[in-house]
């Protein structure tokens, strides 16, 4: 069964730091490209960045780009976000969701996550 | 960047009746695009993508179509645990992938 299981949220105050994970499971991670997605409280979801199989392709949100970056340790099968210079606006749930088509773009999402909520208040 | 808007924003209907949303783009995203639902307190579940293929495990009362900027999400008969927010997505230009804004289907 395929699981992603995100974690690393919580309450950080704007300008400050923090770091997802997302521990997959049940397939082979590896040959997966991934990405994360988010919603604020009682919104609609936005994409925030893709990471191919290998790492060589990224992209990134304009709302997020040079302050979030992606990685993943194919490894330990998992997937992060690094979250810096965080604002009031980054308030949102994050999830982890598995890119379903391979075509080293970022395309439609089979698999989420159940989130995790990032805070960003004073 | 590709802005999807969905209407209506909020469709009451009655168990057993047909559900018809629609999902427009603002430029062409010829048939890449998917259809999620999304219910309280949960993830969002793929059910449609490449504007009309259902995605394993979604029931067949599920239909999509369309192509270019105009596409439309069908629920036959709808049943208690389809009343849900439903949300267009278009993956022909990125980045970024867009979303729209979410239809919530609601008990009439």
């Known amino acids: 069964e395929v699981q992603l299981v995100e974690s690393g949220g919580g309450l950080v105050q704007p300008g400050g730091s923090l770091r997802l994970s997302c521990a997959a499971s049940?397939?082979?991670?590896?040959?997966?490209?991934m990405n994360w997605v988010r919603q604020a409280p009682g919104k609609g979801l936005e994409w925030v960045s893709y990471i191919s199989s290998s790492h060589s392709t990224i992209y990134y949100a304009d709302s997020v780009k040079g302050r979030f970056t992606i990685s993943r340790d194919n490894a330990k099968n998992s997937l992060y976000l690094q979250m810096n210079s965080l604002r009031a606006e980054d308030t949102a749930i994050y999830y982890c969701?598995?890119?379903?088509?391979?075509?080293?773009?970022?395309?439609?999402?089979?698999?989420w996550g159940q989130g995790t909520l990032v805070t960003v208040s004073s | 960047e590709i802005v999807m808007t969905q209407s209506p924003a909020t469709l009451s209907v009655s168990p057993g009746e047909r559900a018809t949303l629609s999902c427009r783009a603002s430029?062409?995203?010829?048939?890449?695009l998917a259809w999620y639902q999304q219910k309280p307190g949960q993830a969002p579940r793929l059910l449609i993508y490449?504007?009309?293929t259902r995605a394993t495990g979604a029931p067949a009362r599920f239909s999509g179509g369309g192509s270019g900027t105009e596409f439309t999400l069908t629920i036959s008969s709808l049943q208690s645990e389809d009343f849900a927010v439903y949300y267009c997505q278009q993956y022909n230009n990125w980045p970024p992938l867009t979303f729209g804004g979410g239809t919530k289907v609601e008990i009439k």
């Open positions: 490449g504007a009309s």
């Open positions: 430029q062409s995203v010829s048939s890449n």
């Open positions: 969701a598995r890119d379903a088509a391979g075509y080293l773009a970022p395309y439609y999402f089979d698999y």
């Open positions: 049940g397939f082979t991670f590896s040959s997966y490209e």
